[in-house]
């Protein structure tokens, strides 16, 4: 859809089709809201913060300044995961979603996986708003517990083991947050930015992920392109993982990575 097609199916609670197979006219109010949304866009603000929402495998969630807006290389790394999940055949499987911004990943799985449980962890306050809203649209608020917390000193203090611990944590180098395109630039940049190297939260996942997965137990994040490399060598540097696996996106990047800790599942 065109920027003006979302905005007025968003005003006008229509399907696109609509749009053009009825000639339904604009209010007043309708037609300042449409002007609204126009001007926001020309303003460099991303269509879903405009419209207020996203979809993410399917399922509506609610989008807004302050939060990450989910992207289809994440459906990509929830795939994987539900994958990985489906070979060990378990009925109940309790998750770890660092860095949990809209909720968009624990809320996949506690659709997708009806006996799971999800701790979701995450350092913004107006971030975990949006992921309790949406857990709460998408009727799994029951099933996921949302922390507020710096992950570096949850890994600590959380005393529970996890079957599978799952991130997409900010990992854009610092010198290229001035870089990316005006609309990105308008989320938040505690949600992008991944230090010096862009790798600053996998040099303390890889290793602290060990001490809170069960034996076997499934690490799965997603990684910028380009640094799959130097995740190599974290892993080897670390030890302590079996079956490190890197996956493409659709459009043939390695994007996600794959690990278990060592041990009999
Ligand atoms: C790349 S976003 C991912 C959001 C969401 N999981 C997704 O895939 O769309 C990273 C998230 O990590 C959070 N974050 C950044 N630093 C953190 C920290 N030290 N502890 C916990 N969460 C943190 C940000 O607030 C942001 O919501």
């Given amino acids: 859809m065109t920027d003006d097609e979302l905005f007025l199916t968003a005003i006008l609670r229509c399907s696109r089709s609509d749009l053009y197979t009825q000639a339904i006219p604009l209010t007043a109010d309708q037609q300042k809201q449409f002007d609204d949304m126009k001007h926001r866009r020309a303003n460099g603000e991303p269509v879903q913060y405009i419209v207020g929402f996203t979809e993410?495998?399917?399922?509506?969630?609610?989008?807004?300044?302050?939060?990450?807006?989910?992207?289809?290389?994440?459906?990509?790394?929830?795939?994987?995961?539900?994958?990985?999940?489906?070979?060990?055949?378990?009925?109940?499987?309790?998750?770890?979603?660092?860095?949990?911004?809209?909720?968009?990943?624990?809320?996949?799985?506690?659709?997708?996986?009806?006996?799971?449980?999800v701790i979701s962890v995450d350092i913004s306050e107006t971030a975990l708003a949006f992921a309790r809203r949406n857990a709460e649209i998408n009727g799994v608020k029951d099933r996921i517990t949302f922390v507020e917390r710096d992950v570096f000193w949850f890994m600590d203090e959380n005393l529970d083991r996890f079957d599978a611990v799952i991130s997409n944590p900010p990992y854009i180098p610092t010198f290229q947050m001035d870089k990316l395109p005006q609309d990105v630039q308008k989320e938040p940049g505690l949600a992008l930015d991944g230090g010096p190297d862009g790798l600053h939260f996998y040099r303390f996942l890889i290793p602290s992920?060990?001490?809170?997965?069960?034996?076997?137990?499934?690490?799965?994040?997603?990684?910028?392109?380009?640094?799959?490399?130097?995740?190599?060598?974290?892993?080897?540097?670390?030890?302590?993982?079996?079956?490190?696996?890197?996956?493409?996106?659709?459009?043939?990047?390695?994007?996600?990575?794959?690990?278990?800790?060592?041990g009999v599942i």
């Fill in 56 to 117: 993410f495998m399917g399922l509506r969630m609610d989008v807004g300044p302050g939060v990450l807006i989910p992207r289809p290389e994440t459906e990509v790394l929830v795939d994987y995961v539900l994958q990985e999940l489906s070979v060990e055949k378990k009925r109940e499987y309790f998750i770890l979603d660092i860095g949990t911004g809209s909720g968009c990943i624990a809320i996949a799985f506690a659709k997708m996986l009806p006996g799971c449980r």
């Fill in 209 to 262: 992920s060990l001490r809170k997965l069960k034996t076997g137990g499934l690490l799965a994040f997603e990684f910028g392109d380009g640094q799959r490399k130097e995740l190599e060598k974290l892993f080897d540097e670390v030890g302590g993982w079996d079956k490190i696996r890197f996956n493409k996106d659709n459009v043939g990047k390695f994007r996600v990575a794959v690990a278990r800790k060592q």
